[in-house]
Each structure stands twice: as C-alpha cells, then as structure tokens.
C-alpha cells in the first residue's frame, strides 16, 4: 500500500512515503539555500520518496530555531528556493515546505517572542510577550512566506504549529497565559492560527496542512482530544495533517519506539476525517503497512531512516519484490534476480 498514489487536495503522490522537515542548520546567516540543501533533497527523489517537505524555514529572521536556518522572509530567498524546487521535481518527487517562526525556542535572537512571557528554559533567552501589533505582523509574515513559496513552485505549504514553537506556545495552555482575545478558552488559543490559515488562503490555492503536537506530553497541556477540536476549528480550510509530538516543555519524558505516534494519529483522522501524515521512527516496509492498512493514517513519515538512506523506498520495493519506477540510470540494480 505504500506505493500506492495519494492525493492530498489537488496534489496527487506517486507514493505515500513522506520525508518530513529536518532542520540541517547549513544555511549562512542571510537564511540562502546552499548546495548542500540541493544535495540533500535532491538525494531522496532520486531514492523515490513521493513527498518532500523542506525543514522549518523562518518566515522572520528572529523567528529561526538557529542563525543556520533556511529563510523565506524576503523576495531574495524565491531564487534559490526555487532552483532547490525545480531539482527536486527533475527527479520525480513532489515539495512542500514548512513555513515556521520558533517563538521563545529561537536560538537566532536577542530578543525572542511569545504568547507569554515564560522562558523555555535557562539556556533560552527570556521571551517578552507579543502584542496585538506584533501579532498582527507575524500573520502577515506567514502569508508574504506563502506568497514566495508560490512563487518558488512549492506543491504544498506545511505551517508548522508543533515540537513547542511558536504556534504550538499559542495553542498549549502550558505556555499561553494571555487574558485577552489569545488566550483562555482553547479557541481562543486557536485564533492566531485560525488567523494566519485564513491569510495564507488569500494568496495559496494548492495543498496547506498543519503540523500538530497531538499531546504536549506534559501534565495540564493539550492531549489529542484538544489538538482535534483545534483542527475541526480550522478542517474547512485545510487539506491534512502532520501528526507529531512533544517539545513544549524541556523536562518531558516521552517513550518513544518505532511508530510510537501512529494512534495519536489514527485518532486525529477519525476526529477530523482530515488526510493524515503519521510516524514516528518508522523503519521498516512492515510497519509502514500496518499503519496504512490499519487506516491510522493516509501517508508515512519517514524521518531518521531516511537520514541513514537516502534510497530507503527503492530498497524496500527491491527486497519485497514490489514494481515501481526507478531512475533509469539505476534500473540495473532493480532486477531482484541478479
């Protein structure tokens, strides 16, 4: 089932094997794309993966987890995000990008934001509390992103409000201590990313998902319940979800083990009946089956062990006996008998 197509909205997969974003911390100061973030992608098309989501990339310079990070904050960006795009497509897979700001986690500021003013931890500056001014200014930081992203050619936006980020701080009445119209009720934790959804759709007509903490995995935060009530708030204007995990708060403790996230995101799809990414060290053809045909989720993301193999998918496909396309410069190695 894996290398069956998928469509996401109007996007249709040639396979539902998803390499989710990775930060890879090899950009200059300016936010550039570099020959390795070519290199990188470019390696896991050729390998057949049928999604790519590029890594969080700050859609403000303050937002960055780390001054290494990709940017799109500025026009500048669209040329080499855009010859990043066209690599990728050369080789057969489908991009998206996630569209990010770290909030109080940023590495890359002075001066880092929050819902609250609640420091991350010691190693983390202490964040000041945004205003309605500045709030209004990130929304609109996401939507001139979403512009460039069109732009570039991307296939797909990701607006990541996971892993204890910026939107994620909103959502969690962990790290959202507001009183005004931000904070309190968990719609009104909702409403910058009700905001910045419904900004981004004014300027992107292709794919948008959300990448979600299913649970905060910290005792008083969100649990599933909550993260899909928050997505029914928001399901009339996207096309899926990225089920992930934890990251809110620095002293968790999470088990974790290959596909240790799937139920969380077999409950998400049954709560909102929104097209589903789900994983979570998935590291086999196997697993990645059970996942898929047991309807917990619509697409695998498959992270580390992409990282460890770039041609996981035509590996898989090779040792099962499974027909698919292959680089022709390759196809003397798809031949299971030789």
């Known amino acids: 089932m894996i290398f ?14 998803v390499m989710p974003p990775m930060c890879q911390y090899s950009s200059d100061n300016a936010g550039s794309v570099k020959s390795w973030h070519i290199s990188h992608y470019v390696a896991r098309a050729i390998g057949g993966v049928g999604l790519i989501i590029v890594e969080a990339t700050a859609v403000d310079p303050d937002g960055r987890i780390s001054p290494n990070d990709l940017g799109i904050w500025d026009d500048s960006h669209v040329e080499g995000l855009k010859t990043l795009v066209e690599r990728v497509h050369e080789n057969g897979a489908k991009v998206a990008i996630q569209l990010a700001h770290a ?67 909103f959502l ?24 910045i959804v419904s900004a981004v759709r004014e300027v992107w007509d292709k794919p948008l998902w959300i990448r979600v903490s299913a649970s905060d995995y910290a005792k008083g935060g969100n649990d599933v319940d909550d993260t899909i ?26 088990k974790v083990y290959p596909g240790y996230m799937i139920d969380n995101a077999g409950r998400v ?25 047991s309807e917990k989720c619509d697409l695998v993301f498959v992270g580390r062990q992409l990282l460890r193999d770039p041609y996981w998918p035509l590996k898989i496909a090779h040792e099962a006996g499974i027909d698919m396309e292959w680089p022709f410069q390759y196809e003397r190695a798809k031949d299971v008998t030789k």
């Open 4 to 17: 069956e197509p998928f469509k996401i909205g109007n996007l249709e997969l040639k396979n539902r094997i």
């Open 103 to 169: 909030g109080r986690k940023s590495k890359a500021t002075d001066d880092p934001v929050a819902p609250s003013a609640i420091r991350y931890s010691e190693h983390y500056g202490h964040p000041h509390e945004l205003t309605q001014g500045e709030i209004n200014q990130i929304v609109e930081k996401f939507q001139n992103a979403s512009r460039r992203a069109k732009e570039s050619g991307f296939d797909g936006i990701e607006i990541h409000a996971a892993h204890g980020y910026l939107l994620n701080e």
């Open 172 to 195: 969690s009445p962990l790290t959202n201590k507001r009183t005004d119209r931000y904070g309190g009720s968990i719609e009104k934790r909702a409403r910058i990313l009700i905001e």
């Open 229 to 254: 009530d928050i997505l029914n708030f928001l399901k009339d204007k996207i096309d899926g979800v990225n089920v992930s995990g934890g990251g809110l708060v620095h002293d968790q403790s999470v």
């Open 269 to 293: 799809k049954i709560g909102t009946n929104l097209a589903v990414i789900g994983g979570g060290l998935i590291n086999s053809l196997e697993l990645s089956e059970y996942s898929l045909n």
